[in-house]
């Protein structure tokens, strides 16, 4: 007795976004756990998921990963443009850390927030639980006399959003990298593009192209993953809907940095699943982090996250 036998005719019927086939993300999620780096058919040949022992790791390696990128873009005399989460977090402090013990300026770096949580006209949150104040606090205010810029940062308003594609062009023109930080969601969307929206176009082809969404509506699960990640449970102070990068821009991106670190203590964790559909289960517009493997970078995990994903005895 499990999902698939149970489903039909269940409040969960229907609820889960077109084109995930469940027996297919089954098997994904029963590989062996010591499996879960061998090389896919469809994985970039310099793409490496790379396991951590514990968040502290985890933390320390994503941090460094950012702050060499930036270091060495410097010492190239070259821009550098990142794609920036709020979530994973713990990096931040790491990447100050580095890029302050050597003295790094980070005046050739610009910075694109992926996303923000918006009505549906757009109208972006303001105060503490906002990205951007995330942003400014986590990474910008750090930095202190070697901060990035404030004409090169750029949060997700409805006004700043569109204009997302024209000036990562033309930094991208003049020689910029473009990197891409992420984290994975519950429901596998990278940003807050979320796999439900795959079922608007006709091909992968089409849903490559989109580079915003502005109010974007939010999966239900989306919703709940904040709620106990972000919010201290309280899905009240959640917003529903969202401004979001699309796959056109940061699926775009020269190299990728990305990490997975949800596990919730006393051996319960909300991502195994997400992490080995990212890594197994092959590019999809309907699983947003399915295209992650087919891009050149890294993917920081906790070890735990490979399971084996089965409920533990009592």
């Known amino acids: 007795m499990d999902f698939n036998s149970t489903v039909k005719g269940s409040l969960l019927e229907g609820f889960y976004p077109e084109g995930w086939d469940f027996e297919k993300i089954d098997a994904c999620c029963a590989n062996a756990p010591e499996t879960i780096t061998e090389r896919q058919s469809f994985?970039?040949?310099?793409?490496?998921?790379?396991?951590?022992?514990?968040?502290?790791?985890?933390?320390?390696?994503?941090?460094h990963e950012i702050a060499n990128e930036i270091k060495k873009a410097g010492e190239r005399?070259?821009?550098?443009?990142?794609?920036?989460?709020?979530?994973?977090?713990g990096m931040y402090k790491w990447a100050v850390y580095f890029l302050k013990e050597w003295?790094?300026?980070?005046?050739?770096?610009?910075?694109?927030?992926?996303?923000?949580?918006?009505?549906?006209?757009?109208?972006?949150i303001t105060g503490e639980a906002s990205f951007q104040s995330a942003m400014e606090n986590?990474?910008?205010?750090?930095?202190?006399?070697?901060?990035?810029?404030?004409?090169?940062?750029?949060?997700?308003?409805?006004?700043?959003?569109?204009?997302y594609e024209g000036k990562i062009k033309a930094?991208?023109?003049?020689?910029?990298?473009?990197?891409?930080?992420?984290?994975?969601?519950?429901?596998?969307?990278?940003?807050?593009?979320?796999?439900?929206?795959?079922?608007?176009f006709a091909t992968d082809a089409e849903w490559l192209k989109q580079t915003h969404r502005i109010g974007a509506k939010l999966h239900p699960l989306t919703i709940e993953q904040n709620a106990l990640t972000s919010f201290k449970s309280r899905t009240s102070l959640v917003p529903c809907r969202a401004n979001t990068m699309g796959p056109g821009l940061m699926f775009a991106a020269d190299y990728i940095i990305g990490g997975a670190d949800g596990a919730l203590g006393r051996g319960m964790q909300w991502q195994g699943m997400s992490l080995w559909m990212t890594l197994r289960y092959g590019p999809t517009r309907f699983i947003t982090s399915s295209y992650i493997p087919t891009l050149p970078g890294k993917l920081f995990f906790l070890e735990e996250l490979a399971g084996p994903l089965v409920p533990e005895a009592n």
């Open 43 to 63: 994985w970039h040949k310099d793409f490496q998921p790379l396991p951590c022992r514990d968040v502290a790791e985890f933390d320390v390696k994503m941090g």
């Open 77 to 89: 005399g070259e821009k550098i443009v990142f794609i920036l989460p709020v979530g994973p977090m």
């Open 171 to 200: 930094l991208k023109a003049e020689g910029a990298k473009l990197v891409l930080v992420f984290g994975i969601g519950r429901m596998c969307h990278i940003a807050f593009w979320e796999p439900h929206f795959g079922s608007e």
């Open 103 to 124: 003295n790094v300026s980070c005046k050739h770096v610009w910075c694109f927030n992926m996303d923000e949580w918006a009505d549906a006209e757009g109208n972006t």
């Open 138 to 163: 986590a990474f910008y205010n750090p930095l202190g006399e070697l901060t990035v810029p404030v004409d090169h940062r750029n949060f997700a308003t409805k006004d700043n959003l569109p204009t």
